[in-house]
């Protein structure tokens, strides 16, 4: 018999709650305060549940691609997760394309699904999609739950996929009755995940072979991706760089992750780069590749690209190395930490040879003065769409975040504004989402309420979401919007100029040219609950951006008449090589699509 009479703690059994309750609650504990989405049939208990929440503050979207591009916002602009829900069916087919614009992108995106009963799975039920099947292809993971008690796992196991190795979506599809019925809330539970290990650390030889490579070239370029920004490893980038004195290049999913400002910093590479970005990386001997995937977009034909470089390339995702371009280095490993290595081991190498790039300068330096980025002032009395993106640069200052669609006017917004931070530059780089640049700047404002938040958009992104600022407007989000209107789908347009000897197919859209405006994009604001302004006298336009940097108690849209004329110069047409930039339309006749 014992004799101990110390006091035994009374077990406590497991709070019971439903599978709706459970979601809510493992939101919570991951510590999820701002979610977005839409309610429909299959996702009410869910939401009769969150109704009652204090911890999570939900927006109402008028559009599911809107709830799904604002989280896109809302983590691309802060690092964390973002969160959307639908209900099933329609609701959640709404959804695919914010989710792939994500998984291309490499955002971390959590997406919650409603689903019909299990027991009326397979029937052709009302509203019954298989979105688990849809969006395999294009999520790190899809899960589906049919019973309450594997709630907390898939909402946990979800958030770690996606916010671990590269970040992407994961989407939790639940059945209404698993909603409905009752189990024990476990916290944390048991998350099982048999082969998912992302390597963070990569291997020290690999390292110090990049190294040697970086002390031993005599043109080398750091090839700055996405990756980066996604990292949180723009500071340790900042350091490397500095220290070894190459220049660096950031991709359009890279701006900001290295200072404008910093004279090392040649551009944005690719398609619509600056040219000494573009013939720097063509004429390197040595390209260090960080949290990038040699995109189309950046390596032109790729049979062309860069011909006489060796390629260090470091990715936390192996299926990316290779797969473009081989790697004479492969590092598969976190970017934070392998710059550091990276920095430490070039440190050492440097003691015995010390790199030489003075000829390498010079020759940059020839390039950043024959090529520098410019535009010329169009000649129809029209507004000059560049000049416009500048100035909102100028007045707004790199503190502020900018979302944009997709089009010319992205463009523009990435080669004319200078970033000097990372999470700044928003937009959608390898799905090329039109409608993304609204809904993700309402998710960026909703994230940093404190920050000034513009989308940036065309005539023709931005009648694909502007709904979302009636959602804007009721809930106290005020961004700023500005239309670069030139009545036309502008990017389309441009190629039609130079590719299709001038036929403009079904690009223009009546919407600020001439008499037609359809829609006034004034009166639409308006009715929206905006404070909204047309420009078209450059002497308005310094007024108009500060009236918006001034006005915080609704969100502002500014729609600027442009010349539908202005193209993004430079240009790399598609399928050439990279040595074929163009700066200006005078050379745009040697030109053949492929």
Known sequence: MSTDSTPRPKSSAPEVLTGSGAILRSLEHLGITDVFGLPGGAIMPFYDELMASTAIRHILVRHEQGAGHAAEGYASSTGKIGVAIATSGPGATNL??????????????LAITGQVFSTSMGTDAFQEIDIVGITMPITKHSFLVTKPEDVPAAIAAAYQIA??????????????????????????????????????????????????????????????????????????????????????VTTLMARGAFPDSNSLHLGMPGMHGSVPAVLALQESDLIISLGARFDDRVTGKPSEFAPLAKIV????????????????????????????????????????????????????????EQFPLGYTMPDDGLLSPQAIIERIGQLTGPEGIYAAGVGQHQMWAAQFIKYERPNAWLNSGGAGTMGYGVPAAMGAKVANPDRVVWAIDGDGCFQMTNQELATCTINNIPIKVAVINNSSLGMVRQWQTLFYEGRHSFTDLNTGHGTAMVPDFVKLGEAYGCLAIRVTKPEEVDAAIKLALETNDRPVLIDFIVSRDAMVWPMVPQGVGNSQVQYARDHAPEWEEE
């Open 163 to 248: 916010t671990t190795g590269r970040p992407g979506p994961v989407l939790v599809d639940v059945t209404k009755d698993a909603q409905q019925n009752t189990a024990p809330f476990i916290w944390p539970p048991k998350v099982d995940l048999p082969g998912y290990r992302p390597v963070v650390k990569a291997h020290g030889k690999q390292v110090v072979a990049a190294a040697q490579l970086l002390v031993e070239a005599e043109r080398p370029v750091f090839y700055v991706g996405g990756g980066v920004i996604r990292a949180g490893a723009s500071a340790e980038l900042l350091e490397l760089a500095e220290r070894v004195g190459a220049p660096v």
């Open 313 to 368: 390339h470091v990715d936390i995702d192996p299926a990316e190395i290779g797969k473009i371009r081989a790697a004479d280095v492969p590092i598969v490993g976190d970017a934070k930490d392998v710059i550091v290595d990276l920095n430490a081991a070039f440190k050492d190498a440097a003691k015995e040879t010390k790199p030489d790039f003075s000829a390498w300068w010079k020759r940059l330096s020839a390039l950043k």
């Open 96 to 109: 695919v394309t914010a989710i792939a614009d994500a998984y291309m992108d490499s955002v971390p995106l």
